[in-house]
């Protein structure tokens, strides 16, 4: 999971492009929003993302030493969703509308990243990584141009997933 939230750390940082200017002590911050249930059903899993992201970002930085990433320091805004879509949606809707992120990881669960996705990050063009939201639905809804374009997960949908296990089962 560090590896994985380390790459969507790096990628979220790409987004941002080369500084046009390096400053020489990182007097600036680059914020990404999080959207996490860190309450509720899914709050352990939230909890246990959350903390794999504060490292990331703390080793992204650090490795990045006075220069900063893109001339800047990187840093989260960490969110419960409470493991309820209604939440997630205020959350995120805060994350775009107050502090302008550019950003959001999460959620952790498909019946958070659902209406965050469709009713806050893709009508406002805000990119959207869950690193644990597999519903086949999110497939179809960016098949149907309802994520704008904007929505991206690092695990298979529970439909590949599925294949993959009868075929395995199957073979043993």
């Known amino acids: ?6 790459t969507t750390a ?6 941002w492009g080369p ?20 309450t509720g059903a899914a709050g352990r899993y939230g909890q246990a993302a959350s903390k794999s992201v504060e490292l990331a970002f703390d080793e992204l930085n650090k490795a990045a030493g006075a220069q900063g990433i893109a001339g800047c ?8 969703a409470q493991s309820q879509g209604s939440v997630a949606v205020d959350q ?22 659902i209406p965050m996705v469709t009713s806050v990050t893709g009508p406002a063009g805000v990119v959207q990584i869950s690193p644990a939201s597999s519903s086949p639905s999110l497939t179809k809804l ?26 395995y089962a199957l073979d043993q």
């Open 73 to 80: 320091k990187l840093a989260f805004d960490v969110r419960d």
């Open 10 to 15: 790096l990628a979220l940082v790409a987004a």
């Open 142 to 167: 960016a098949a149907e141009g309802k994520t704008n374009g904007w929505f991206f997960r690092t695990i298979t949908s529970d439909a590949l997933q599925g294949t993959a296990a009868a075929k």
């Open 1 to 6: 999971m560090r590896l994985l939230i380390s």
């Open 19 to 38: 500084s046009t200017a390096v400053a020489q002590s990182t007097s600036c911050t680059h914020t990404v929003g999080m959207v996490v249930s860190l």
């Open 92 to 113: 995120a809707r805060q994350l775009v509308d107050l502090k302008k992120v550019p950003a959001i990881i999460g959620g952790i669960i498909s019946s958070v990243s």
